[in-house]
Structures are given as C-alpha cells and as structure tokens.
C-alpha cells in the first residue's frame, strides 16, 4: 500500500498512468454526455409547471455540483502538497483551478439564462447565488496569485494557503439556501429526504453528472501531464522521453 | 514532534481559524443576508419602515386582481399566519400563479399595501411531470 502511494507520487510514473487512463475517462465521458444529453432533452417529461424550461437543468445542476467538487479536490491537493511536500500535489491544484473556474462560470451563466423567464431577473444578491460567485473569484485569485509568482515552489506554497482559506466557502454554498431565505431553491436531490424529482428526470441527471466527473478527470490528468512535464524539464527522465538526450 | 506533523496541525489551525471567522461574521450579518421578510415578520414590525425591503410568501388563491386595459395588479402574500396586500405595475415573471411562491421588492405604503418595484417568482425544488401534478390530491392552483 505505502509503496503504491510513493510510486503514485513520483512524476515519470505519474505521467505514464495518465496517460494511459485520460483517454478511458474521456471516451466513458463522452458517451455518458452524449446519452444523458439526448434523454435530457427527448426522453425525460417536461415539467408540471416549467414546461421544457426545466431542462437546462441537465447542464446546470452538474456543472454547479463540479464547481464544488474541483474546489474540494483542489483544495486536499493543496493541503496534501503542503503537509507531505509531495510537488505532483501542487501540480494537481494547480490543474484543477481553470476546470472548476469553468465549471462555476457554467452554473452561473445558465442559472442566470434559467432566471431570466422564471424568476424574472438575470441576477440577483441573494446568498447562494453570491456565494457561487465568490467560488468564480477564488479560483481567478487563486490563478492570479499562481501567476505573478515566478519561483513555482513559493507559488505553490502561496496558492495552496489561498485555496485552504477559500475552502470555507464550500459549506456555505451548500447550506445558503437552508440556512437563509433565498430567492434560488432549496437542494432537489442532496438532501436525506428522499429527492423531491420524478425518476424519469432524475436519471438523466445523474448520469449526466457522472459524465461531467468523467470529463473532469479525463481533463485532469491530461493538464497534470502538462504541467508535470513543465516542472520537470530538466528532469532525465523527461529528456530520454523527448529524446533531447 | 516531527514537522510534517507540525505543517499538519498548521494546515488544521488554519481551517479552523477560518471557519470560525466566517462563522461570527456570518452571525453578524445574518439580517443582511436574509433575502426577504415573511408576511408574519411585516406584520410583527421586524420590516424596515422608511426604506425599501423584499417580502416572500404565497400569492393567496384567489387574490389576483388585473386592472383592464394596464400592467396594474394587485394580489395578497400569504405565509398562511398573516397576508401582506401587494399592488405592482409591470411584468409578471412565467411562474407567477396563485399558490406560487413570490418575492416582491418595495415599499410599506401609509395605508398599509406593499407597492411593489419588482416582483420575481420563487421557484420550489420539486421537479415532476404534468401527469403526476395532477393525480396529486391538492394540485397547486393555477390563475390561467
């Protein structure tokens, strides 16, 4: 087990796993997406009060899900990085901040094309909403705050502090509808109750989200490699790779 | 004690330091942070007088009045305790319905209705097809 870990960790190993699993999650995620996508549009009702209006929700709800998800897997990457030193750690953080950006700028901009008809606004300060768009700015800051660091170790080091600090606010987009009154509605499906949607709406949705898990981690690894490949060029083992040595 | 264990407590004061900041400051401003009052807290006097505030509650069945020939309506919010008198001169959002939840953004007027700037539709999380809304027992109402 400890010898799996420390083969995990190292980068030329790192680099040859990816590359081998990227294209599986990539293929799982594009039939998963493209089926999903289908029986969101064709093969679920329409709903009682939104009509077709409703199916919007296929995008929005996974992508509002990974958004907290990558900020999660981003932020243990960080804290992992931090407390071990593992540098493959920080090049995982460092992976994740533009994929969860976008996954956040994704539920923000269907939710905002989704309030328009239904509620009647585009926008609106209520408290999940906000905080979902304090989620966009920590990754932004998280990838400026990478960026205007030359020295990759201290830029690793400052990130990961930001992205541990910024963690808090995953609780409290999650609870914001519960704990206060909120124009966005309460959870559908992450609650203890049973989830308050119709089957036949339920299962697109989460296979759909499964295909967005599927994507992100297809993704991932292939922008790990990238950035593994970055920090190691001076490595020998990359060198041999490229065949520059 | 070794310092990656050191680095590991670090890493846990740091979470915890934040979370407690958050968790006062959020106390602090949990009255900014409600985004309506409910008829019963209008009715209470907890609703700022003087300027302009949201109210939520259920349009009441029955409640909607459409003056001809304008955008005037009027209905009443209810939280089912206590009902706030709405007037609004403007466009109703699509799920605007009698037994719908609905925020409205303005004024207490002196006569005691709410004069409405904005009215927005709150959405509920329940998501089903139009044939299992109608064999429910109490199929929410509808103005159309």
């Not at chain 1, 992205?163 to 009154?181: C, D, E, M, Q």
């Not at chain 1, 967005?212 to 981690?217: R, T």
Request: glycine share 8%; net charge positive.
């Amino acid at each position: 087990m400890r010898k799996f870990w420390h083969e995990l960790a190292s980068p030329p190993h790192f680099y040859r796993l990816a590359g081998r699993l990227s294209p599986w999650f990539g293929w799982v995620a594009a039939v998963l997406i493209v089926g999903s996508g289908w029986a969101g549009l064709f093969w679920a009702p329409p709903d009682y009060q939104q009509g077709d209006a409703f199916r919007i929700i296929y995008v929005h709800v996974p992508s509002a899900w990974m958004s907290l998800f990558v900020y999660v897997v981003m932020a243990t990457a960080a804290a992992i990085g931090l407390i071990w030193r593992i540098k493959l750690a920080h090049a995982v953080a460092a992976s994740c901040a533009p994929l969860g950006a976008s996954f956040t700028f994704l539920a923000l901009a269907t939710g905002s094309i989704w309030g328009k008809p239904m509620w009647g606004t585009w926008w609106e300060w209520d408290a999940r909403l906000t905080s979902e768009l304090i989620l966009l700015f920590l990754y932004a800051g998280y990838m400026a705050l990478r960026g205007s660091i030359d020295d990759t170790a201290r830029a690793d080091r400052a990130s990961a502090v930001l992205a541990l600090v910024g963690v808090v606010n995953v609780p409290i987009i999650h609870y914001s509808v519960i704990w206060w009154s909120s124009l966005h509605q309460g959870p559908t499906v992450t609650k203890l109750d049973a989830p308050s949607i119709a089957v036949s709406m339920l299962v697109p949705l989460l296979t759909m989200s499964f295909g967005f898990m599927c994507y992100f981690a297809a993704v991932l690894l292939a922008r790990v490699r990238g950035e593994v490949l970055e920090r190691e060029r001076n490595a020998r083992w990359v060198r041999q790779y490229s065949g520059l040595s | 004690m070794t310092p990656r264990r050191q680095r590991m407590i670090l890493v846990g004061l740091v979470l915890l330091g934040v979370g407690l900041a958050a968790g006062f400051a959020l106390r602090a401003f949990q009255e900014n942070l409600l985004y309506f009052y409910s008829p019963s807290e209008v009715a209470a006097g907890s609703a700022p007088a003087g300027r302009a505030f949201r109210v939520g509650g259920m349009v009441a069945d029955g409640s909607v009045e459409r003056a001809p020939g304008s955008l005037e309506v009027r209905f009443v919010l209810t939280d089912f305790a206590h009902t706030v008198p709405v007037r609004y001169t403007g466009v109703l959002p699509d799920l605007f319905r009698e037994g719908q939840g609905t925020i409205a953004r303005g004024r207490l007027s002196a006569d005691g209705d709410f004069i409405a700037e904005e009215v927005l539709a709150k959405h509920d999380e329940n998501y089903m097809p139009p044939e299992v809304a109608q064999s429910l027992v109490s199929p929410p109402a509808r103005s159309e």
